[in-house]
């Protein structure tokens, strides 16, 4: 779910400065519904007939584009509003499907706030942050967290209805004080957002692997079927399957310990982790088939395995191979030595973040 940020077109007839809209489209004709139909009932103790006709179509035509309104704040002073929609997408296509319902935050307020730069800025800065809450978190987050956003800016739209004059100190102390809160709010959305990139990462991962070893597994009873390439072809398949499961384990037992040991930057975009996590086990698999061939060239002195113990040897060698890229550099790094005669050098530790920021 995007956030749009959008800037309505002029309207002399009503307002010499153009509108700022977040959020759909036609909320600003709800708006201006709503603002007529309110100036009717003030003058004339009623609305017309047509002009409510005008409001609820408006109304009807937004909630079925956007969902319904669960939160709204109209102002009294002008055709201006916040509001939080939450719109049911249907019944989930499947068992792993990310939401059921769509939570967007849609704001017109600039003929509230044109004499009011503060608060317009600070109005602002919370639509940055619902724009960030709603790429990254889904579900009870996200709504928690642009609820929220959503408070701050009906208390600063609640703050110019209450105030007749301005007055500069306490529209001070009010953004100040509302900043604070929306510090707190992002503490939060980078919390959540935290935990939901390593969740996606992991559905990537998770999916990579099993692609894997499927693949594997119908690969390994294909030759043992035809008696195509011997017991070295199922070892190598073999092999290719155990660093993919060594790679899954190993960031599956980083976010099980806690302390920081597995993160990742989430601001890059759900997609982008998913497809960043959907790699990890290839690359797994990759170490397993090369450390594979590594040791079975002889070229490092290991004991050779038994001929009742070449599966277990090398099936655990290709998931250490996945599961700790230290264990493979300096494997690696000891043939590369053999090779060159190069010194060694001290294997660097395993990188503190997985995946590297872009």
């Given at each position: 779910?995007?956030?749009?940020?959008?800037?309505?077109?002029?309207?002399?007839?009503?307002?010499?400065?153009?509108?700022?809209?977040?959020?759909?489209?036609?909320?600003?004709?709800?708006?201006?519904?709503?603002?007529?139909?309110?100036?009717?009932?003030?003058?004339?103790?009623?609305?017309?007939?047509?002009?409510?006709?005008?409001?609820?179509?408006?109304?009807?035509?937004?909630?079925?584009?956007?969902?319904?309104?669960?939160?709204?704040?109209?102002?009294?002073?002008?055709?201006?509003?916040?509001?939080?929609?939450?719109?049911?997408?249907?019944?989930?296509?499947?068992?792993?499907?990310?939401?059921?319902?769509?939570?967007?935050?849609?704001?017109?307020?600039?003929?509230?706030?044109?004499?009011?730069?503060?608060?317009?800025?600070?109005?602002?800065?919370?639509?940055?942050?619902?724009?960030?809450?709603?790429?990254?978190?889904?579900?009870?987050?996200?709504?928690?967290?642009?609820?929220?956003?959503?408070?701050?800016?009906?208390?600063?739209?609640?703050?110019?209805?209450?105030?007749?004059?301005?007055?500069?100190?306490?529209?001070?102390?009010?953004?100040?004080?509302?900043?604070?809160?929306?510090?707190?709010?992002?503490?939060?959305?980078?919390?959540?957002?935290?935990?939901?990139?390593?969740?996606?990462?992991?559905?990537?991962?998770?999916?990579?692997?099993?692609?894997?070893?499927?693949?594997?597994?119908?690969?390994?009873?294909?030759?043992?079927?035809?008696?195509?390439?011997?017991?070295?072809?199922?070892?190598?398949?073999?092999?290719?399957?155990?660093?993919?499961?060594?790679?899954?384990?190993?960031?599956?037992?980083?976010?099980?310990?806690?302390?920081?040991?597995?993160?990742?930057?989430?601001?890059?975009?759900?997609?982008?982790?998913?497809?960043?996590?959907?790699?990890?086990?290839?690359?797994?698999?990759?170490?397993?088939?090369?450390?594979?061939?590594?040791?079975?060239?002889?070229?490092?002195?290991?004991?050779?395995?038994?001929?009742?113990?070449?599966?277990?040897?090398?099936?655990?060698?290709?998931?250490?191979?996945?599961?700790?890229?230290?264990?493979?550099?300096?494997?690696?790094?000891?043939?590369?030595?053999?090779?060159?005669?190069?010194?060694?050098?001290?294997?660097?530790d395993d990188p503190p973040t997985d995946p590297p920021s872009p």
């Amino acid at each position: 779910m995007a956030t749009i940020v959008a800037r309505a077109h002029s309207r002399p007839a009503e307002a010499e400065q153009a509108a700022e809209q977040v959020g759909a489209s036609s909320f600003s004709d709800l708006v201006r519904a709503h603002f007529h139909r309110e100036q009717e009932r003030q003058a004339n103790g009623h609305a017309s007939q047509a002009t409510d006709a005008e409001y609820r179509a408006r109304l009807a035509e937004f909630e079925r584009q956007e969902g319904e309104l669960s939160s709204v704040y109209w102002s009294t002073r002008n055709a201006s509003a916040v509001a939080l929609t939450v719109k049911t997408v249907g019944m989930r296509r499947h068992a792993f499907a990310e939401t059921e319902v769509e939570v967007r935050l849609h704001r017109v307020t600039d003929w509230v706030t044109k004499n009011a730069e503060p608060i317009a800025e600070l109005l602002h800065e919370c639509d940055l942050l619902a724009i960030r809450a709603g790429e990254i978190l889904r579900g009870t987050s996200e709504r928690i967290a642009l609820q929220w956003i959503y408070s701050v800016q009906e208390h600063m739209l609640g703050f110019i209805e209450r105030t007749d004059r301005r007055d500069t100190a306490k529209e001070r102390e009010l953004v100040a004080s509302q900043r604070r809160e929306l510090s707190r709010i992002e503490q939060y959305y980078l919390g959540a957002g935290a935990k939901t990139g390593r969740i996606v990462y992991v559905s990537g991962m998770l999916a990579g692997a099993a692609f894997l070893i499927t693949a594997c597994a119908l690969i390994s009873v294909g030759l043992a079927l035809a008696d195509y390439g011997g017991r070295n072809a199922q070892l190598l398949v073999l092999c290719a399957g155990a660093g993919a499961v060594g790679a899954l384990v190993s960031v599956l037992a980083r976010m099980g310990t806690g302390g920081g040991q597995f993160t990742v930057d989430f601001e890059v975009g759900r997609p982008l982790l998913r497809r960043l996590g959907l790699y990890k086990p290839f690359v797994g698999a990759i170490f397993g088939v090369a450390l594979y061939f590594l040791l079975a060239s002889g070229l490092l002195p290991t004991q050779a395995p038994s001929a009742s113990g070449r599966l277990y040897y090398y099936g655990i060698i290709a998931f250490f191979a996945g599961f700790s890229e230290r264990f493979t550099s300096v494997t690696f790094g000891q043939a590369e030595q053999l090779i060159t005669g190069a010194s060694p050098s001290p294997p660097a530790d395993d990188p503190p973040t997985d995946p590297p920021s872009p």
